[in-house]
């Protein structure tokens, strides 16, 4: 048996592995360092009995609801046919025939499931995400209209800079507009925009192209 302090020593280190991280947070995209050393970013070592050492990558509070998007280009180690001296053969590589990266997304500060909710990711192949909602905030639905009859009629509902004459699934994504800048102190990119974007609230959300 390998002592544990010994074990880690056996992995690839930080530096080698994330060759580069880029960052797009706000409307803004920042291009991190060589093994992702930057302020915004946690990068923690843990050890996994099934893979080994592994590393789990999680954003500080203060930059978490920021961040759109993290891409990483990752360093997956020497040519199998390298050297037979550098050869890396492990267990699941026997099995599972793998190469590549085994994924887990996991809530903040959590231990990652990497055996039971991993993902395999290989290079030149489409990867599936599977994710679960954690957490669900039910509202009461609004009854048709979702105005008072007697508002129907002179009630302006408003995109922008622009008022638009009642319309039921205009007047619900409004409603839900609403709920959203209260909550998040933003507005939704594909909701109407029942106030003027600025610093106090801006857009938030992704365009979803379809």
């Known amino acids: 048996n390998t002592a544990a302090n010994d074990s880690i020593l056996l992995g690839h280190e930080r530096n080698e592995s ?8 706000s409307s803004r995209q920042a291009l991190g360092t060589k093994g992702c050393h930057d302020p915004m970013l946690n990068v923690t070592l843990f050890s996994d009995p099934n893979f080994f ?3 789990t990558i999680e954003f500080n509070e203060d930059s978490w609801s920021e961040v759109l998007s993290l891409t990483l280009i990752v360093w997956l180690g020497p040519d199998e046919n390298y050297d037979m001296r550098h050869r ?3 267990l699941y590589d026997v099995f599972e025939q793998a190469y590549g990266l085994r994924v887990a997304i996991h809530e903040p500060r959590t231990q990652p499931k990497i055996l039971e909710r991993g993902i395999q990711t290989e290079p030149g192949k489409m990867n ?7 957490r ?5 639905t609004p009854k048709k209209p979702c105005i008072s009859p007697e508002e129907t009629s ?3 509902l408003r995109d922008l800079y622009n008022e638009y004459n009642y319309d039921q699934e205009l007047c619900l994504d409004s409603k839900v507009q609403a709920m959203v800048l209260e909550k998040c102190g933003c507005l939704y990119i594909e909701l109407p925009r029942i ?3 600025n ?4 857009y938030c959300g992704i365009i979803d192209d379809k």
């Open 18 to 25: 994330l060759v580069e991280c880029v960052i797009k947070y």
């Open 53 to 55: 050492n592994c590393m």
């Open 88 to 90: 890396q053969g492990f």
């Open 128 to 134: 599936e995400i599977k994710y679960q909602p954690v």
């Open 136 to 140: 669900f905030v039910r509202e009461n």
């Open 154 to 156: 002179h009630v302006k």
């Open 195 to 197: 106030a003027i974007p």
């Open 199 to 202: 610093a106090t609230h801006p």
